[in-house]
């Protein structure tokens, strides 16, 4: 079994900085892709990041260039920091991880979801 553990949420000012942390635990073999969400009031999941298992990044176009995602292979664990922060990145915010199990089963678990507001 899988859990991913999310820490970082928190209120900042608009032009301020957060990072998120999301830990994997459990009996993991490996993961491949790691992937942070959000779903801001009134709207649909976004992928907003993603880094692969080697060091390849994707980035929604709206946090090109403020956002950056980082992973720790040791640890499985996958982070976010986010500068320049605007009212529009308020939304709760999950991390995505697939991989492998020690039992050689596929996983894909979400987080629990940390919030991050912005205020203007």
């Known amino acids: 079994q899988v859990q991913l553990v999310e820490s970082g949420g928190g209120l900042v000012q608009a032009g301020g900085s957060l990072r998120l942390s999301c830990a994997a635990s459990g009996t993991i073999f490996s993961v491949d892709g790691m992937e942070w969400y959000r779903q801001g009031p009134e709207k649909q999941r976004e992928l907003v990041a993603r880094?692969?298992?080697?060091?390849?990044?994707n980035y929604v176009d709206s946090v090109k260039g403020r956002f950056t995602i980082s992973r720790n292979n040791a640890e499985n664990a996958v982070y976010v920091q986010m500068n320049s922060l605007k009212p529009d990145d308020t939304g709760t915010y999950y991390c995505?991880?697939?991989?492998?199990?020690?039992?050689?089963?596929?996983?894909?678990?979400w987080g629990q979801g940390t919030l991050v507001t912005v205020s203007s």
């Open positions: 880094i692969a298992s080697g060091v390849g990044t």
């Open positions: 995505h991880l697939g991989g492998v199990t020690t039992s050689g089963v596929v996983f894909h678990e």
